[in-house]
């Protein structure tokens, strides 16, 4: 168990719909980064927060957007959802404001586009 | 573009075997090298690497860099059933951290 949690598990929800998932890191880390896994592009760098600042962003699409808040948790919102956005979405946290440390994933949600 | 390649996409050994996992990267304004396990879950951290030539060891796993030749391997002796899974190679810069897109190694009793 890495202590960082993510809800929910799974999701199925249909095209053109909206959901948020919701990350908490580790105790005492304040970054927390956003990941998506699919099988034809692999892990891909979304989005990172530190300290409730979005510090930097990868290849996420306009329709993706995120925040993290004072008690540092953080959502991702999903909207207009495409069929193609059926994936697995890793939050993972560490202490540190850079990428040079080690991250500790969660366990992920599982989001189906039906 | 940044990218991170790795090889092979698939390895299939039988216990007791030793492997080399390769990763090759190309990442803008390069910091460090890290590897994770990934077994039908979460990934798991393994090592990161900064410094050119410096081996890291846990148990059976080792790791080195080669920054002058942007390369990393993993290497993974007397393997077990239980080291069966994804690995991953990821080389961060100052904003982002590009994963490969992974070894699968299956280790056969």
């Known amino acids: 168990d890495s202590g960082v949690t993510q809800t929910p598990k799974h999701l199925i929800t249909a095209t053109g719909q909206r959901v948020t998932l919701r990350c908490s890191p580790r105790?005492?880390?304040?970054?927390v980064y956003w990941y998506q896994q699919s099988l034809d592009q692999g892990l891909q760098f979304l989005i990172q927060y530190y300290n409730g600042e979005e510090r930097a962003k990868g290849n996420i699409l306009e329709r993706f957007s995120a925040q993290q808040f004072p008690d540092l948790h953080s959502e991702l919102n999903l909207s207009s959802l495409e069929l193609g956005d059926s994936a697995l979405y890793f939050c993972a946290s560490s202490v540190a404001p850079t990428f040079t440390y080690e991250q500790y994933f969660g366990p992920g949600t599982r989001l189906t586009v039906t | 573009e940044d990218k991170v390649v790795q090889s092979p996409l698939s390895l299939v050994v039988h216990e007791g075997d030793t492997v080399t996992l390769n990763c090759s990267y190309e990442?803008?304004?390069?910091?460090?090298l890290l590897w994770y396990k990934q077994e039908k879950k979460a990934p798991t951290f393994l090592f990161m690497l900064?410094?050119?030539?410096i081996e890291k060891k846990s148990g059976r796993l080792s790791s080195i860099l080669d920054k002058k030749e942007l390369f990393s391997i993993l290497n993974i002796t007397a393997t077990q059933t239980g080291d069966s899974a994804v690995y991953l190679c990821a080389g961060s810069g100052s904003e982002k951290l590009v994963f490969g897109k992974g070894t699968k190694l299956t280790v056969n009793p």
């Open positions: 105790s005492g880390d304040l970054s």
């Open positions: 990442v803008t304004n390069f910091r460090s």
């Open positions: 900064t410094s050119s030539g």
